[in-house]
């Protein structure tokens, strides 16, 4: 079975995606499993490996803090757009990152292109440096502590 759907869920995922973008019908749905069948061996070829977590508790944990961060960041940016007088000074920030593996790279990234007023710009694999823009910048050593000891510090003990 897992020859045939090398990633069941990514394929059930793009079935359901294309039914709904479709009518449904039974030539859509045989169409779309042939896409979709089609698209999980194209993904196995590529990314051949699945990447495990070490540890499922501190991904849970992460969670809860990225809704509520996502949450605050909301209300701050919608705070500041409703016409806060205070002066804001949008700004970019270098992060060094202690993160190697690949998906929680790419979680960190969407973790934080998600929450509202900041964004993922550029990493530099080489060096490990993120750069980061934030709407309403501070002091660039608080986002740094804050990516690196509520993030990244989850990420690496999920992810090693």
Known sequence: MRRLLPHPVLS?????????LTRLSPGHLV???AVAVVAGWAFARIEPEAPRPRA????VRLVG???LDILRS???VARLLAGSRAPRVSGFVKVQLRLKNRLALGMLAVIIT???GTAWLEYDERTGTLLLHVFDLKDPAEWQDLIANRY???LL???G
């Open 74 to 76: 909301n209300i701050a």
């Open 12 to 20: 059930l995922g793009l079935l359901g995606i294309w039914l709904l």
């Open 152 to 154: 990244e510090s989850l």
């Open 56 to 59: 499922v508790l501190p991904l």
């Open 157 to 159: 003990e999920a992810f």
């Open 31 to 33: 169409l779309g499993s």
């Open 114 to 116: 998600t929450t509202p």
């Open 65 to 67: 803090i990225v809704a």
